[in-house]
């Protein structure tokens, strides 16, 4: 069967779905992960997906079998959410350990993803630490099947790439796209493009990193492909007759007037800016969020706020940024806040020449979660929904909303 694809392109700002009951046992908390108990997942590590009707889907690194799982949450209809296991990953040729993978749809319903390991154990060139791999779920019947795309370090030396650890983009000719953390050349990472034909999928690396990249990708409506490592951002450009144009579009200095470590993937806006966090730099050396504006021939970039740290502010933004239809952009810290666990903040738009004014949205105190390392998405009446890799009733992570 043929399938369409379909991708979300710079205008696509919000996440939407119809919003749902809050769990009432904590307030915030939607579902709290038990760890290995019943085979349930432990420490999300990834941002939330939605299905457009009001369910949400997300991998957590570990629990199930202790390689990870995919898990949906729906309303169950008395102010609560019910979780359905998708996946349990066995640490053998189906993946292990979906870090940060965020999931994907097609228009079919099918969703993708990543796992940073495979095949554990067995002996072969990705043993005891596995290489990762492309996968795919479908729903039948009430069931879902996985189907490895594509497994990793398959090539000598791994030049295909190896681990890795953040989710998929689609173009729209139905190729897949992504990065590893490693396998590229010296101590950098890949990025790579999938190509389906017929029932097979065919890799080939498009751009070599020169430092290891955890973060994701963020494509335009032109086909043109936004990236991050730890020092740098980048562009990849469709040539007319193949191929790829590469170019380094800022390179982070640190210090206090640029940030340092950027590990999550830039967001669009819908004029071709580029915004994104980096976990060090910053007048405070707390991190910072950035922009990045396409003039004539040079990116020039704008430091939109520098975190502060300690009770007051959070430090270590982790996780990118999402915005809503005013311009606000919202996003995560791992450290800082009330209780040193972490928060949800927000920016507030400028009005004309002024400058964005922050807010702490929330303090994670453990019992509610702890580190959120993933980005947060945004329904249609204005909730946030997002993971924390620890706290919450169990120890081992939580799915959270908060409403500003």
């Not at 562009?235 to 579009?249: F, N």
């Not at 950035?290 to 009770?311: H, V």
């Not at 915005?323 to 920016?347: H, I, P, Q, R, S």
């Not at 702490?360 to 993933?374: E, I, K, M, Q, W």
Request: net charge negative; proline share 4%.
């Amino acid at each position: 069967m043929k399938r369409i694809y379909f991708i979300c392109l710079s205008l696509c700002l919000i996440t939407t779905f119809a919003a749902g009951p809050a769990q009432a046992l904590t307030k915030g908390v939607l579902y709290n992960f038990q760890g290995y108990v019943d085979d349930d997942g432990s420490e999300p590590n990834a941002s939330l997906t939605s299905n457009g009707v009001g369910n949400l889907y997300g991998t957590t690194q570990y629990g199930g079998q202790g390689y990870g799982i995919v898990f949906e949450l729906s309303p169950n209809g008395k102010e609560g959410w019910k979780e359905t296991i998708l996946h349990t990953f066995t640490g053998g040729s189906d993946g292990a350990v979906p870090t940060s993978s965020n999931l994907i749809f097609d228009s079919a319903g099918n969703l993708y993803g990543t796992t940073e390991s495979d095949d554990i154990g067995s002996g072969g060139p990705c043993a005891n630490a596995g290489c990762g791999v492309v996968f795919e779920l479908s729903p039948a019947g009430g069931n879902w099947t996985e189907t490895v795309l594509y497994t990793f370090c398959q090539q000598i030396g791994c030049t295909d790439g190896s681990n890795p650890i953040n989710g998929l983009i689609f173009d729209t000719k139905g190729n897949l796209y992504g990065t590893t953390l490693t396998g590229g050349s010296g101590s950098g990472g890949t990025v790579f493009e999938l190509s389906p034909s017929g029932s097979d999928w065919t890799e080939q690396v498009i751009y070599l990193t020169s430092y290891n990249s955890s973060a994701g990708l963020t494509i335009d409506a032109t086909g043109n492909i936004f990236g991050a490592t730890e020092s740098a951002v980048f562009e990849l450009s469709p040539k007319h007759k193949g191929g790829w144009k590469s170019a380094v579009i800022h390179t982070f200095t640190g210090g206090t007037k640029d940030g340092s470590g950027a590990e999550e993937t830039p967001v669009l806006d819908a004029t071709g800016n580029l915004y994104g966090t980096t976990t060090g730099g910053g007048i405070y050396n707390n991190g910072t969020v950035y922009k990045l504006s396409p003039p004539k021939g040079k990116w020039n970039e704008t430091i939109l706020y520098s975190f502060k740290g300690g009770p007051k502010d959070g430090s270590l933004p982790w996780a990118g940024i999402v915005f809503d239809a005013g311009g606000n952009m919202y996003g995560t810290t791992l450290n800082g806040g009330k209780y040193g666990e972490g928060t949800v903040f927000e920016l507030v738009a400028p009005v004309g020449e002024g400058s964005y004014k922050e807010r702490v949205l929330r303090s994670f105190n453990y019992t509610d979660g702890a580190t959120p390392y993933a980005s947060l998405v945004l329904d249609v009446a204005g909730t946030l929904y997002g993971t924390t890799q620890l706290g919450g009733k169990y120890e081992s992570g939580v799915v959270f909303e908060v409403t500003p």
